[in-house]
């Protein structure tokens, strides 16, 4: 009996992996969509600012919906926004595997941030329908909401919701630079489903698979056109106020003054200096944001809200660089006289990526010819989220210079279809029963 059902697996597996082998991947037309998307966009061209539910976001949204139903996936939304594209497998009750990414951009930034792993993750689910795959598990396709941080101070919004990291009533404490609250914000963007109802139950994802553009230069360097990933740094941003007094630029003399925006110039000196005291590369600390009041040239900056962007791979030495600020910040406020106030917006776990999922990708590289090297992602991805409730991992792929965050983002067609059919591969494997030997 044994050898007939050996046999079975055999020509089932042996069928498939011919089926697989024939998968294309139509790299034109993810290009296309790319450069389709890119122009949802805010800023003048090469630069993408695409804001959380701006007239320009929720345009880009809906081309995203629609190329999800033109896949042929069933398509929802949650309370926060995300959106699910789902492809109902032969077994619809286990419970899927998942990929995806964001489309929302920060200021002046790239066109493949995010929207590699959403439009590439719609080619993938062609691709494999193109071939007759058919997945026991389904196969869900995710567009989370705000990854970036820029409209509310946090980022991975979505997947913080979804995953029951972030409780409805902290999501209504949330407001933008205008003082409009996310509650308030969401509502006008049409989505008024019960937040109760946005955080899923661990498990409720079999895994999820994350593609995205490196923000490196590690596998250009290496010139290798895969990255998987191993784990994602610990991420922390603080809000600092400092509270001076401010007056006539010319009329008030140097001694006494409390001029705030001097004491935040002590501050970014000192954000800079705690990434160095852990003497680890892998820390890193940035000032990217500062208001100035009253931001006139004669006046004395009198209050100044800065936000502070602190990561590591580890999450000792990066609690040691916010606990540096902290000290650093009292002992400026004493001598200059500021009332300083820190908020800690998030100070998050790294995530560590599922050993059998890296097992599956390294085979499914092979399969493919694909050289790979394994790595830390130094930004984080709402992969480090949807780790609390699924083994994750994420497939990188070289970008220009590393180049991320900026308009000269670039990854090639070539990088993009290699990306894209490793995914395809990875998803063909883990939504099916059959061993992916
Ligand atoms: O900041 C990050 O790491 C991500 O790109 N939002
Ligand atoms: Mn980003
Ligand atoms: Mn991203």
Same mark, same amino acid.
């Given at each position: 009996?044994?050898?007939?059902?050996?046999?079975?697996?055999?020509?089932?597996?042996?069928?498939?992996?011919?089926?697989?082998?024939?998968?294309?991947?139509?790299?034109?037309?993810?290009?296309?969509?790319?450069?389709?998307?890119?122009?949802?966009?805010?800023?003048?061209?090469?630069?993408?600012?695409?804001?959380?539910?701006?007239?320009?976001?929720?345009?880009?949204?809906?081309?995203?919906?629609?190329?999800?139903?033109?896949?042929?996936?069933?398509?929802?939304?949650?309370?926060?926004?995300?959106?699910?594209?789902?492809?109902?497998?032969?077994?619809?009750?286990?419970?899927?595997?998942?990929?995806?990414?964001?489309?929302?951009?920060?200021?002046?930034?790239?066109?493949?941030?995010?929207?590699?792993?959403?439009?590439?993750?719609?080619?993938?689910?062609?691709?494999?329908?193109?071939?007759?795959?058919?997945?026991?598990?389904?196969?869900?396709?995710?567009?989370?909401?705000?990854?970036?941080?820029? $409209?509310?101070?946090?980022?991975?919004?979505?997947?913080?919701?979804?995953?029951?990291?972030?409780?409805?009533?902290?999501?209504?404490?949330?407001?933008?630079?205008?003082?409009?609250?996310?509650?308030?914000?969401?509502?006008?963007?049409?989505?008024?489903?019960?937040?109760?109802?946005?955080?899923?139950?661990?498990?409720?994802?079999?895994?999820?698979?994350?593609?995205?553009?490196?923000?490196?230069?590690?596998?250009?360097?290496?010139?290798?056109?895969?990255?998987?990933?191993?784990?994602?740094?610990?991420?922390?941003?603080?809000?600092?106020?400092?509270?001076?007094?401010?007056?006539?630029?010319?009329?008030?003399?140097?001694?006494?003054?409390?001029?705030?925006?001097?004491?935040?110039?002590?501050?970014?000196?000192?954000?800079?200096?705690?990434?160095?005291?852990?003497?680890?590369?892998?820390?890193?600390?940035?000032?990217?944001?500062?208001?100035?009041?009253?931001?006139?040239?004669?006046?004395?900056?009198?209050?100044?809200?800065?936000?502070?962007?602190?990561?590591?791979?580890?999450?000792?030495? $990066?609690d040691s660089m916010v606990a540096f600020i902290q000290a650093a910040l009292e002992k400026i406020g004493k001598k200059r006289q500021i009332e300083a106030s820190i908020e800690i917006l998030n100070a998050d776990p790294p995530s560590q990526s599922g050993a059998d999922l890296l097992k599956v990708m390294r085979k499914a590289c092979d399969k493919l010819h694909l050289?790979?090297?394994?790595?830390?992602?130094?930004?984080?991805?709402?992969?480090?989220?949807?780790?609390?409730?699924?083994?994750?991992?994420?497939?990188?792929?070289?970008?220009?210079?590393?180049?991320?965050? $900026?308009?000269?983002?670039?990854?090639?067609?070539?990088?993009?279809?290699?990306?894209?059919?490793?995914?395809?591969?990875?998803?063909?494997?883990?939504?099916?029963?059959?061993?992916?030997?």
């Open positions: 009996m044994g050898k007939v059902v050996h046999d079975f697996w055999h020509v089932v597996l042996e069928s498939w992996e011919m089926t697989l082998a024939n998968l294309q991947i139509d790299q034109d037309r993810v290009v296309e969509e790319l450069e389709k998307l890119a122009t949802f966009s805010d800023a003048p061209e090469p630069a993408v600012t695409r804001i959380l539910f701006s007239p320009t976001e929720l345009a880009a949204r809906a081309y995203i919906r629609q190329l999800m139903r033109d896949a042929g996936l069933a398509v929802r939304e949650d309370g926060v926004g995300n959106i699910f594209g789902r492809w109902t497998g032969a077994q619809p009750d286990l419970p899927p595997v998942s990929t995806g990414s964001h489309i929302d951009a920060i200021p002046f930034s790239g066109r493949f941030d995010g929207t590699v792993g959403v439009l590439g993750g719609v080619e993938a689910v062609r691709a494999l329908k193109q071939v007759g795959f058919q997945p026991e598990r389904s196969i869900e396709l995710i567009m989370f909401t705000s990854e970036e941080p820029t $409209r509310f101070g946090l980022g991975c919004l979505g997947s913080r919701a979804l995953t029951g990291s972030l409780a409805p009533d902290q999501l209504a404490e949330l407001q933008d630079d205008k003082g409009r609250s996310f509650v308030e914000v969401r509502n006008s963007a049409g989505y008024q489903q019960n937040l109760n109802e946005v955080a899923i139950k661990p498990g409720a994802y079999d895994a999820f698979i994350e593609l995205h553009i490196e923000q490196g230069p590690r596998l250009e360097q290496a010139n290798l056109p895969i990255g998987l990933v191993t784990s994602i740094a610990a991420p922390a941003t603080m809000r600092v106020t400092l509270e001076g007094e401010g007056g006539h630029a010319g009329a008030v003399l140097m001694p006494g003054r409390r001029d705030a925006l001097a004491a935040a110039s002590e501050l970014i000196l000192a954000v800079e200096q705690a990434a160095f005291s852990t003497g680890r590369r892998d820390s890193v600390a940035t000032v990217g944001l500062m208001q100035i009041h009253p931001g006139a040239v004669n006046s004395i900056p009198s209050h100044i809200v800065m936000e502070i962007d602190i990561r590591d791979t580890a999450q000792a030495p $990066r050289e790979y090297m394994e790595l830390v992602s130094r930004a984080y991805h709402d992969t480090l989220f949807m780790s609390k409730i699924c083994p994750t991992a994420m497939i990188f792929i070289p970008c220009k210079n590393g180049y991320s965050h $900026r308009p000269e983002e670039y990854a090639s067609p070539l990088q993009i279809q290699r990306g894209v059919r490793l995914l395809a591969q990875t998803l063909a494997d883990i939504s099916s029963n059959y061993p992916a030997n």
